[in-house]
């Protein structure tokens, strides 16, 4: 039994009893306190308990209690269930209430391995086998619920590691884990078996895909090939003019690039692939400008507010960030249903709105930056949205760390040779300590010899130090280069803790700078410190404010007397509330518990971004192999300085990249080759 839900419950419910006088609830009533609050005529003990020093104060409250707790029946209920059954955490309770409903009891009574998705395993198999005893069921091990739970709990595993699919022979050992047996008992066999009987598992060929995932991942391949399929090919006269040059000016494209651009434009859905310096920017530009030439509009998104405003910046046009493309076409649909049935006024105001909107109609391209790095929700929101008509073409570089996000599918369009084009050439750094010849090597699996670091200088060096030397070394060099004031150097590291995780990172250059002058500051939820000036990350997708995982800014503004964060992010600015974590902040504003600071940020995290100027620690890590290195290194721009182990380096590189260690379900079937759909000279 838990008795502090209950009184916590009571205390966040009625406004006046607060913690104190709970406790005392608790303390006089014990396990029955749920009985007792369902009782009217307990209201004059209960008024007792809470404050015999003010009777008529206490006499109020009591019957406030009850009533509170009357009319709260379904959340109540849940509440005394989970008490009685030694869960606490409110919070927690609470967001059972809201996804379940009022009949939450009830339906936990009868499964309660539906808790799977919300806590561990270890925390549901317990309160599961412990409810299936209170039934009387005779083997609980065995029940039913419980090996579905365990097929449901692999699942959610592999989704957070970034899977979709499980082999068939990885699975008996997950099972047998959480089930506590060996992978040849039988009971493993029997929830397989249960698991694919009541669609936990759906089997393909010996991939066992989850079925949510399944879903996405078989709409998005039948989206993608009703585009490639319905989308009006480009007439051979626009052709010809292109090639001949009389619609645009390909002069200052080389043949690689020039190719490239045809095979996107013969393809409704295409993907235009190529390491770093090899000017996919500057081929997407052309692209744009031919698919305009044409009479088409352009929609360009990219994953971070960075990329977007670097694309923005290259190809002269507008490019959102993909969360911010999201939330504008989620709105330009609710006003769309708005307008159906408003009157003539407000019909205008709507019409204003959607002017400001972005749009997708059948002569549009949609440009997809860093597509290697968007995942599979993300998409397949997007393409919710895509009429059958339009085009996407995704623009990437696959060597690069996998979606943050579960699924895999620029890494598989890509397979397809026919609506693939690949940019091999260098045009920028050559020299062979230049970013994109560090990155090269990289791909080929080997570390180049580097120059010793000697200040702002562009290019890649190196700097020899072992693990519990890296923050001091990573400290001397950030202030060699400037420090972080104009937003253009970040720290790229492997892991959230450890000498030289992101945390004690983060903490020693806010000290720093703290150190340096008196600044104003409020203190966040996971133990950090925000000041003006901070650079910071949003740490989950939130598509109401249009923030992704991963959006990178910088704090403005610290409003200590309201226990707010200001901080300018993707070029927006958001107001961030340090407040109850029980309860989600007021529209329109963010918790604080979701922002972080960013001096240092995991390679993961920054994915999309980039900086003027990079530090990154390399030490040895389980996270650490080809793509780590290889995005680690091209989130820089000008500079990249490695500061750690050799050897490090050397384990890391010898490792399987991350994207071949991803297991997925998404098959792409293939295309007709562009020269089918196209005459092209």
């Known amino acids: 039994m838990s008795r502090t839900l209950v009184r916590d419950y009571v205390a966040s419910q009625v406004q006046g009893i607060g913690p104190e006088r709970a406790r005392r609830l608790g303390e006089a009533f ?109 083997d609980p091990r065995r029940d039913l619920r419980r090996l579905v739970g365990s097929i449901d709990a692999v699942a959610k595993a592999g989704i957070s590691r970034g899977d979709t699919a499980i082999s068939l022979s990885d699975l008996p050992g997950e099972v047998a884990r959480l089930l506590g047996a060996r992978e040849a008992d039988a009971i493993v066999g029997e929830a397989i078996a249960a698991g694919l009987r009541n669609g936990a598992l759906v089997d393909a060929d010996g991939t066992l895909r989850f079925p949510g995932c399944a879903t996405m991942e078989e709409d998005v391949v039948a989206k993608l090939a009703v585009i490639q399929r319905l989308a009006e090919p480009l007439p051979r006269s626009v052709l010809k003019d292109l090639q001949k040059g009389s619609l645009i000016d390909f ?72 969360a911010r493309l999201l939330g504008e076409l989620d709105e330009r649909r609710r006003l769309e249903d708005e307008l159906q049935d ?53 623009v990437g570089d696959p060597a690069q760390l996998p979606p943050i996000s579960f699924g895999l599918v620029y890494h598989r369009l890509v397979g397809d040779e026919g609506i693939t084009a690949r940019l091999r050439v260098v045009h920028r750094q050559t020299e062979a300590s230049g970013i994109p010849a560090v990155a090269a090597a990289i791909r080929d699996r080997r570390w180049p010899g580097l120059p010793e670091y000697a200040g702002a200088v562009d290019g890649v060096s190196f700097v020899e130090s072992p693990l519990d030397g890296i923050p001091d070394v990573v400290g001397k060099v950030a202030a060699d280069l400037g420090g972080f004031e104009d937003g253009e150097l970040i720290v790229v590291t492997a892991t959230n803790e450890g000498p030289a995780g992101v945390g004690p990172l983060n903490r020693m250059f806010q000290r720093s700078r703290q150190q340096a002058g008196r600044l104003p500051v409020i203190k966040g939820h996971l133990g950090e410190w925000f000041s003006p000036g901070d650079p910071c990350i949003h740490l989950r997708n939130d598509y109401k404010l249009g923030l992704f995982n991963g959006s990178m800014g910088r704090v403005v503004e610290v409003v200590e007397a309201e226990r707010v964060v200001v901080a300018e992010i993707d070029g927006r600015t958001f107001r961030f509330l340090s407040g109850d974590l ?18 240092a940020v995991t390679c993961h995290k920054c994915q999309g971004s980039q900086a003027a100027r990079v530090i990154v620690p390399v030490y040895r890590s389980m996270v650490l192999d080809p793509s780590w290195l290889y995005t680690a290194v091209t989130r820089g721009e000008r500079q990249v300085v490695v500061v750690g182990e050799r050897s490090a380096l050397a384990t890391a590189l010898e490792r399987p990249w991350a994207s071949d ?20 000279a």
Not at 94 to 100: G, K, M, P, V
């Open 251 to 322: 002069a200052g494209l080389h043949p690689e690039q020039a190719a490239a651009v045809f095979k996107v434009l013969a393809n409704p859905v295409s993907c235009l692939l190529g390491g770093a310096g090899v000017g996919k920017t500057h081929t997407t530009r052309a692209v744009c400008r031919a698919w305009e030439a044409t009479g088409g509009s352009t929609l360009l998104a990219a994953l971070s507010g960075k990329a977007a405003l670097r694309l923005s910046r290259a190809s002269g046009r507008l490019a959102r960030t993909l």
């Open 582 to 599: 029980e309860r989600r902040p007021p529209a329109g504003m963010g918790a604080l518990i979701d922002l972080a600071l960013a001096y």
């Open 30 to 138: 014990g396990d029955s306190l749920p009985s007792v609050l369902s009782d009217e005529s307990k209201v004059p003990a209960i008024a007792a308990a809470l404050d015999r020093d003010r009777p008529l104060l206490a006499l109020r409250l009591a019957a406030m209690a009850v009533s509170a707790w009357k009319e709260a029946a379904g959340e109540a209920a849940t509440i005394a269930w989970l008490s009685e059954r030694g869960v606490d955490g409110l919070a927690f309770a609470r967001r059972l209430c809201r996804i379940l409903g009022d009949d939450a009891a009830t339906r936990l009574s009868a499964n309660p391995y539906c808790l799977v998705p919300l806590l561990p395993w270890s925390k549901v198999d317990r309160l599961g086998l412990a409810v299936l005893r209170e039934e009387g069921v005779p």
């Open 661 to 680: 260690r991803r297991r997925v379900g998404f098959h792409w079937v293939g295309t007709p080759p562009s020269a089918s759909r196209v005459a092209v």
């Open 342 to 394: 408003a009157e003539a006024e407000r019909a205008g105001r709507i019409r204003t709105k959607l002017a400001a909107l972005a749009s997708i109609d059948d002569r549009t391209l949609i440009v997809i930056d860093e597509a290697s790095m968007v995942d599979l929700s993300t998409l397949y929101r997007l393409l919710r949205h895509v009429p059958d008509r339009a085009r996407i073409l995704f």
